[in-house]
């Protein structure tokens, strides 16, 4: 157990409290719910950095930080949608969150084929994470019809086609595996 796979597991202890701060009848647990998944996505990227920096990088960590990083993700975005409660914005999250779950599938379909490397993150993918980030920081942390929380929505919009983009990208990479094992 290193440093980074410590900060990994934080992110998932961090998500039973975002609910819990999500749900406090209090005017500061909006924005303390907010200031916790940012804190989470700091890990996030910090992980990665130590892991590649002190060269900690571990197969337990290669496969819990993308674990992690969509449990975070889906939880924020499924409390985000109760919240919210409207059309508008449960679209662009259910499109985030199935992508996520076809990739995740892909990723580990093309590793089982000794392929994985095909769907490696791409800088996409790297630009998508971070504005989706962002996104939902600002949607915890403003109330539905506060105008950063309309540039949340808006954002996550972006993200959205980003994640529709690098799936496209991430499929039409692995067509050739997956053609041939229909």
Same mark, same amino acid.
């Given at each position: 157990m290193?440093i980074?796979?410590l900060?990994?597991l %934080?992110?998932i202890? !961090?998500i039973?409290?975002?609910v819990?701060?999500?749900y406090l009848p209090?005017?500061?647990?909006?924005?303390?719910a907010?200031?916790? !998944?940012?804190?989470?996505?700091?890990?996030?990227w /910090?992980?990665?950095?130590l892991?590649r920096?002190w060269?900690?990088a571990?197969?337990?960590?290669a !496969?819990?930080d993308?674990v992690a990083?969509k449990?975070?993700v889906?939880? %924020?975005? %499924?409390?985000?949608? &109760?919240?919210?409660?409207?059309? @508008?914005?449960?679209?662009p999250? /259910?499109?985030?969150?199935?992508r996520e779950?076809?990739?995740?599938?892909l990723? &580990? @379909?093309?590793?089982?084929m000794?392929?994985r490397?095909?769907?490696?993150?791409?800088?996409?993918g790297?630009?998508k994470?971070? /504005?989706q980030?962002?996104?939902?920081?600002?949607l915890?942390?403003?109330?539905p019809?506060? /105008?950063?929380?309309?540039m949340?929505?808006?954002?996550?919009?972006?993200?959205?086609?980003?994640?529709?983009w690098?799936?496209y990208?991430?499929l039409?990479a692995?067509?050739?595996h997956?053609?041939?094992?229909m």
């Open positions: 290193n980074p796979n900060l990994t %934080a992110r202890i !961090f039973p409290l975002l819990v701060l999500f209090f005017a500061w647990s909006m924005p303390l907010a200031c916790l !998944f940012g804190l989470a996505a700091v890990t996030d /910090l992980d990665g950095y892991a920096r060269d900690q571990t197969p337990f960590g !496969f819990l993308p990083d449990l975070m889906a939880v %924020a975005l %499924a409390l985000l949608i &109760e919240r919210f409660d409207t059309v @508008w914005l449960t679209l999250a /259910l499109v985030i969150i199935g779950i076809v990739i995740s599938a990723r &580990e @379909w093309m590793a089982e000794g392929k490397g095909m769907v490696a993150v791409s800088w996409i790297k630009v994470t971070a /504005l980030m962002i996104a939902l920081l600002v915890l942390a403003f109330p019809g506060h /105008l950063l929380a309309l949340g929505v808006v954002t996550l919009y972006v993200a959205a086609m980003l994640t529709l690098s799936m990208s991430y039409r692995a067509w050739p997956l053609s041939r094992s």
